[in-house]
């Protein structure tokens, strides 16, 4: 017992150390913790359990306004020499957000907004869409992250339960834009989910920032599936990208409502993909952006049963609130909640 | 043209022969076709590095055909690696995909489309005079085109409305048939909200759909991935008929579901001798790989992982063995196993993945 004291506050003298000086790798990219980060959030109620992946076994830590609440974790090895946790939490964890934290032999890492410990989880909720952020994009007088800003700060104003955040999060996929992109985000309150646009695929700079390119997440009775666009030019027919996909997608069958979310949809895009989601079981919802643009009656996923819910740009200044209840996603119209003008001009 | 030699591969497979085009790359703009000798396991590159995907042995097992992109669209190549020669087709439309060998290696189709030409016609391209033709007609929103090998099927096709299939062009199509060869492609029909997928016979003139002369509610499926076998008797395809992807057989005996599971089962590949398939299928949780004989539809599993993938299967010429993609090591990889699923082998152990292989012909 004693030894077992002594540990936990060396943990914890640890894990305040790491808090301020240790968040990601020092070039932003994702370090120890793959996920969960504040691109791919962990959503639990107090109690609830999370995964988290790793490039190694840690011991793993939940910090909140200095507290810290250790993880018990069960370990399972991943292909490619991962290590992936099944997180167990506290019954008394208070609601909140909180930072993951982890610590090896010679290693530690921290991954900030990293689990959001909710309450409840209500049937009924509001979520925000951004999408197209373009950070570094010069098409306008004022800066994109600037742009960014006030979209993030009526998000925060919202009582949206979370953000998702579809792809051309940069200009050109530079690691400078990601860093700059990673700052703006962390001023958001909500959990934050993103996907890569066409704008996002520099290199792998978008998996080193972000990690997973396709994942699965369940908010309540629904399932919220996000996955990078593959237009046919460039589908990923080829890796593995269609099989998780289909293994994603049988996750949130029972699903109250099934929705996608990614950057862009086209009916040239990859043909096993729409074979997927919107043929054999199709989605009820796929939320996009790319054409900076409302929907009209041209736009649309010709299979069937998929509704699709198109919201314009954000470097734009443009965003949008969808309402979802028993009856479905119900959007709102497109909030213009930033200038495009000089900070001076907004005015 | 990129020539050279990347890596010498990790393990030498004693007693196995043969090689194995596949594509590799960083990311997708670096794509790279490649090829993998299977006794000493040396790797070289001779593609473009730009996108390439959809590596196809001639028949002969000469030269590769495969899609790259250029400055201006997608084009087709034709890649000789032992001549060391790599050269683009010349095209009507920018974008090109998907090429399907014609039984004596001296044709080329593939789906085409361009900006005065959004939907997708099949075009044919003539070796011997580089000539390219539009087939099917007036038929637009065709995809995947595959050679039948013989017209032994076309032969066989005796619907018993005989009236329908006359108005459908049946007749004229088998007459086409014999005369410049016969193609089948995925065919989009219908209208949105309620688009779906026929399975058609293509010739230079007419693009007939092939199972409502069969199925009088075909229509109500989606149907991907048509695969006629080695000689061309008998047609291997997905629907999503019965509720799930199934793999479907239409033959002499007529149309029979052989994968029969409730979940996906995807991507038929025949053996050389017609009696399997290799196929993927998520029975087992991830995507694995199975293989089926397709005369009683008895399944046997030859690659699975409990959180990995396996995917991409192709048969060696001799039916022995199945080349397959594997992401158990994290990247994924290219592996190798007998038939049954035993001796698994890794062939490909480069940085950046290795995807889509497939095995090259026996060298006529």
Redesign the interface.
Known sequence: MRFAGIFSIALATVCLMCAFATAREADGTLGLIQTPNNGVPALITPGGRFEARLSEKATLTLTKDGNLWPLVTEW?H?????A?ARCNTQGNLPPGTYALHAVTGDAQDCNVRAVFVLTAIPDSYLIAHITDTHIGSTRHPREAASIMNDIIAAANKSEAAFALITGDLTENGSPEQFRRFLEVLDTCILPTFVVPGNHD?T??NYEQFFGPRTYVFQFGVDGYLGYDTKD???A?E???QD??L??YR?QIRASRWSVGFTHRYDLMMG??AQ??LF???PLDYLLYGHYHREADEQD?????RTRIIMTPAAINGQMRFIQVDAQGLHMQETVHAASTLHEQEDN | MTFFLIVGLTSILPGQTGTIAY?TG????T?CLSVLDVSTGAVTAIGQGA?D?FPRWSPDGTRIAYQS?HPDG?GIRVANPQAGTDEPLRHSYK?N?QPGWSPDGRKLAYSSDGDAAPLSSILVYDLDTGVETIWGGERRGL?QPVWLPTTDLMKALDPDDQMAAEALGLFALKAEAEEHGVLMAIGVTG?????ATEIFIVTPTLAVPLLPLLMPDSHRY?K?QVSPDNKGRQIAFES?DGG??ELFVLGRKGITNVSNHP??D?NPKWSSDNEWMAF?S?RD???GVYRVLASTANVFSVAT?K???C??PDWSPDGDYIVYVS??????QLFMARADGSGSKQLSNGPH?A??PVWQPKRK
């Open positions: 399972t991943l292909p490619g020499g991962f992936q695929r290199s792998r046919f030019l460039i990923d080829l890796g593995p099989g998780l289909h293994y049988r043909m096993r074979l997927i043929v054999d079981d649309g996923i010709p299979w069937g | 594509i960083e990311t997708q703009e794509w996108r995907s992109k997608m974008w995909f995809m209208n949105p909200p309620d688009i989606v991907w999503n799930d992807r979940a996906a995807w993927e998520f949780g991830r995507r992982g959180n990995f993938d995917w991409s992401g158990q090591t994290g990247t994924p993945p995807l889509s």
